[in-house]
């Protein structure tokens, strides 16, 4: 995609490697990798948080009874469980408000 030829090590492992989140170019190091995956340090943060949201949706939906989820997917409308989580989200976000 950019264009410019793989630079490698003396191994033949990649010197440089795009940022899965914003194509930056990043140097291979450990410390750019997240994930099995290159990424800076800002899309590392978004992964990280978006994780650690992941985490906490999975757990407000087993908290739930079938009709909270029921009331949930239907105010979200959709299938997916992801989805309501959003939904009570931005719900708990207006009446905060
Ligand atoms: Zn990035």
Partial sequence: M???YQRVDDHGA???LDCVGCRRELVNTLTNIFGGKPMCRACRRD???QAADDVLGMAWWN???EQRRAHWLQLAGSCRPVDAWHCF???AVSQAA
């Fill in 2 to 4: 950019s264009g410019h």
């Fill in 63 to 65: 908290e739930l009874t």
């Fill in 89 to 91: 989200k931005r719900a």
């Fill in 47 to 49: 992964a990280e948080r």
């Fill in 14 to 16: 990649p010197l440089v």
